[in-house]
C-alpha cells in the first residue's frame, strides 16, 4: 500500500477538498500543515515540493500536484468518482468543471478577506462575490438530483468539492450563505455527513 | 453500443481534439459540422444542444458538454488516458492542466487572428501569444519524456491535447512554431501518427 502525505498550508482553501476525500473514503494519510512563515523557507526543497508549490500530495516516491489533479486522483482511489459508468461520471466532471469555474471566481473575495491580497472586503463581496454566485450558482443546483446530491448514484466527490466551497463561503460570508436556501442546504446535508462532520468539527477546534 | 454524435463548428479549436481521439482511438462517430450562419438558429434547439453551446457530444439518447469533459469522456473510451496505471493517470492529468492554462492564453490570440474578436493581429501576437508561450511550453515540454510522448507507456489523450494546440498555432503562427524546436517536433510527431496525418490531410482539401 502506497503511503499519502498531503502538504498544505494549515487552513482549508486549495487543499482542504483533498483531506475530505482522505476523510470521508476513510483512506489514511499523513496531513502535513505548513505554516505561513514556513513555507518561503521549505518551499525550495526540490525533494518534498518538487513544483515549488501547496496542495501537493507525496504517494510513496511519487509526487502528484495542482490541487483538482490531486482531487481527482483521490477521488479515484476511494471510488468516490463513479468511474463504473462512464456517462455519470462524464456527468459529473461537467459539475466539477461549473464548480471549478465558480471556485476560481470565488476564490478572488475569500483571498480579499484573508488578506492574502490587498482589497476592501466590502466592495470584493459586491464586485466578486455577488455577480459569482449570481453567475455559476443557478447552473450548479440545476444539477442537484432527488436525493440531494449530483448523481442518482450517491455522493461524489463533485458533491465534497461543492461542499468544500460552500463551507469556505460559510466562513467568509455566513449570512449571505444563509440567505440562500438551496445552497445553505446543501452546506449542511455535506457537513452533516459523519466523518466530514468530525473532521470539521476537530478542525475548528 | 451507443452512438456518439459530435456537434461542433466546422473548424478545428474547441472541437479539435474530440475529433481526434475519436479518429487515434478507431472509434466511429458523427461529426457533425454547424457553420457559423447556423449556429445561431440552431442553438436553442434544447434537445440538440441543452446547454446551448458546442461542443456537444451526443452519447445514444445523453448529452455531454464542455469541452475538456468530452475529451476525458473519449480518452476513457479509447483508453487512452493510461487509467490502469493510476499514478501514470495522475502525472498525465498534471499535463493537461498545464496544456490546458496554455490552451486559455493562446486561445485569446487564435480566436484575435480569426476575427471572432476585435484585435490587432502583431499586437495580439506579441502581447499574447509570445509571453503565452514563454510562460507555459517550458513547463510543459520539461515533461516530454524519451520516447517522444508523455508518459514512458506511450502516446496519451495529453500528447494529443497538445499536439492539437500546436497544430491550431501551425495554421494561425507558422514561422513562430518552426522557430521553436521542441515544440516543432512535437507537431510533427503527433501530425506523423498515420490516423491523425489522414484526417488533418483531409480537413485541409
Known amino acids: 500500500m502506497p503511503e499519502y502525505e498531503l502538504y498544505y498550508f494549515d487552513f482549508p482553501l486549495r487543499g482542504e477538498v483533498a483531506r475530505w476525500l482522505f476523510v470521508y473514503g476513510g483512506i489514511p494519510f499523513k496531513d502535513h500543515r505548513v505554516s505561513v512563515e514556513e513555507w518561503p523557507k521549505l518551499k525550495g526543497n526540490k525533494k518534498l515540493f518538487p513544483y515549488g508549490v501547496m496542495p501537493v500530495l507525496h504517494v510513496g516516491n511519487d509526487r502528484v500536484a495542482e490541487s483538482h489533479v490531486i482531487n481527482r486522483f483521490i477521488a479515484r482511489l476511494a471510488k468516490l468518482d463513479h468511474a463504473e459508468d462512464p456517462l455519470d461520471h462524464a456527468r459529473l466532471d461537467e459539475v466539477y468543471e461549473l464548480v471549478r469555474a465558480f471556485y476560481d471566481d470565488a476564490f478572488k473575495y475569500v483571498i480579499t478577506v484573508f488578506g492574502f491580497i490587498p482589497g476592501d472586503k466590502n466592495k470584493a463581496f459586491e464586485e466578486i462575490l455577488v455577480p459569482a454566485f449570481e453567475k455559476h450558482v443557478p447552473n450548479i443546483e440545476r444539477n442537484i438530483k432527488g436525493n440531494g446530491w449530483f448523481s442518482e448514484r450517491g455522493i461524489s466527490h463533485v458533491d465534497l468539492f461543492y461542499g468544500q466551497l460552500l463551507d469556505m463561503l460559510n466562513i467568509v460570508a455566513q449570512d449571505f450563505l444563509k440567505s440562500e436556501p438551496e445552497s445553505y442546504k446543501?452546506?449542511?446535508?455535506?457537513?452533516?455527513?459523519?466523518r466530514i462532520k468530525e473532521f470539521v468539527a476537530k478542525r475548528k477546534q
Chains 1, 2 share one sequence.
Open 186 to 194: 446543501f452546506w449542511q446535508r455535506v457537513t452533516a455527513e459523519p
